[in-house]
Antibody, heavy 121, light 106 residues
Framework: EVQLLESGGGLVQRGGSLRLSCAAS????????MSWVRQAPGKGLEWVSG????????YYADSVKGRFTISRDNSKNTLNLQMNSLRAEDTAVYYC??????????????WGRGTLVTVSS | SYELTQPPSVSVSPGQTASITCSGD??????ACWYQQKPGQSPVLVIY???KRPSGIPERFSGSNSGNTATLTISGTQAMDEADYYC?????????FGGGTKLTVL
């Protein structure tokens, strides 16, 4: 079965750090650029970060630039998001998302179930 | 930064046609896609490359994109189509979502 499974969410204090992971299975992970998308409670979707197939290029929303770091391990079919200096406004469900076409950020045809990050103030 | 604007809500009667718009500067020059999200679930891609439907998406879902506006059209809307809908576009280094539209079928 093709799936993405996020982990690592939880409760963290303001200013703290958290590392999210996304395990991919049933697909050739290395040929897809990958992204993290978040959704604050009761709010819309917000793209957070993306990474190229090799990991050599990374992209960030202005809201997280300088605080979050995206990475991937193609040998382990894993996508990661290191989140530092967390703020209350980072509270959200974080989704891992795969594009329909491999090397572009693109339209996401596969999403994980998400992992909840709660930043307490 | 690039922005996409959607109406917060749209209402439609069962069996009628629902249209949800998404506006952005020269959006017609970009690829647009649409997602459906039901409460407690992950988003599902319903339209990509402006007009294409992924396998498994009913034919009643269609899309268009021209000028500054992309439109998602649901023909013969059913109760199961009640959900939040998001448009999205992207370029080489960023992805942008619209604010979302809550579709109510009543």
């Amino acid at each position: 079965e093709v799936q993405l499974l996020e982990s690592g969410g939880g409760l963290v204090q303001r200013g703290g750090s958290l590392r999210l992971s996304c395990a991919a299975s049933g697909l050739t992970f290395s040929i897809y650029a990958m992204s993290w998308v978040r959704q604050a409670p009761g709010k819309g979707l917000e793209w957070v970060s993306g990474i190229s197939t090799s990991g050599g290029s990374t992209y960030y929303a202005d809201s997280v630039k300088g605080r979050f770091t995206i990475s991937r391990d193609n040998s382990k079919n894993t996508l990661n998001l290191q989140m530092n200096s967390l703020r209350a406004e980072d509270t959200a469900v974080y989704y891992c998302a795969k594009p329909r076409e491999g090397a572009v950020l693109g339209a996401f045809d596969l999403w994980g179930r998400g992992t909840l990050v709660t930043v307490s103030s | 930064s690039y922005e996409l604007t959607q109406p917060p809500s749209v209402s439609v009667s069962p069996g009628q046609t629902a249209s949800i718009t998404c506006s952005g500067d020269k959006l017609g020059d970009k690829d647009a896609c649409w997602y459906q999200q039901k409460p407690g679930q992950s988003p599902v891609l319903v339209i990509y490359q402006d007009v294409k439907r992924p396998s498994g998406i009913p034919e009643r879902f269609s899309g268009s994109n021209s000028g500054n506006t992309a439109t998602l059209t649901i023909s013969g809307t059913q109760a199961m189509d009640e959900a939040d809908y998001y448009c999205q576009t992207w370029d080489r280094s960023t992805v942008v979502f619209g604010g979302g539209t809550k579709l109510t079928v009543l």
